[in-house]
């Protein structure tokens, strides 16, 4: 069974960085689709950034595009989302997601229990 572990989340003020990791252990990391989710308070949960095995390929969510960047590191089955000049509403809790292999798109098969991530104006 695939399990999720996010860290790196934490306050920091408007303009600043934070790196988020997700650790993925119980199957192949690297034939696995990861994603990024984030939800906010009284919102709905919210596609972030993807990295797709298949074509190597990463796609962002047009609000954090030229900020965010979602990489991984096959040799220590982590994920990473770097964030860069943060702004107030990217303040939510941050989800690591992961599709099995054979699912060429749409859901999602395992999530992390998230990390919160609060950015002060």
């Known amino acids: 069974q695939v399990q999720l572990v996010e860290s790196g989340g934490g306050l920091v003020q408007a303009g600043g960085s934070l790196r988020l990791s997700c650790v993925f252990s119980?199957?192949?990391?690297?034939?696995?689709?990861m994603a990024w989710f984030r939800q906010a308070p009284g919102k709905e949960r919210e596609f972030v950034a993807r990295?797709?095995?298949?074509?190597?390929?990463?796609l962002y969510a047009d609000s954090v595009k030229g900020r965010f960047t979602i990489s991984r590191d096959n040799a220590k089955n982590t994920l990473y989302l770097q964030m860069n000049n943060l702004k107030p509403e990217d303040t939510a809790v941050y989800y690591c997601?992961?599709?099995?292999?054979?699912?060429?798109?749409?859901?999602?098969?395992?999530w992390g229990q998230g990390t919160q991530v609060t950015v002060s104006s």
């Open positions: 997601a992961a599709r099995e292999p054979l699912r060429s798109s749409g859901t999602y098969d395992y």
């Open positions: 119980g199957r192949t990391f690297s034939i696995y689709t």
């Open positions: 990295f797709s095995w298949r074509a190597d390929s990463t």
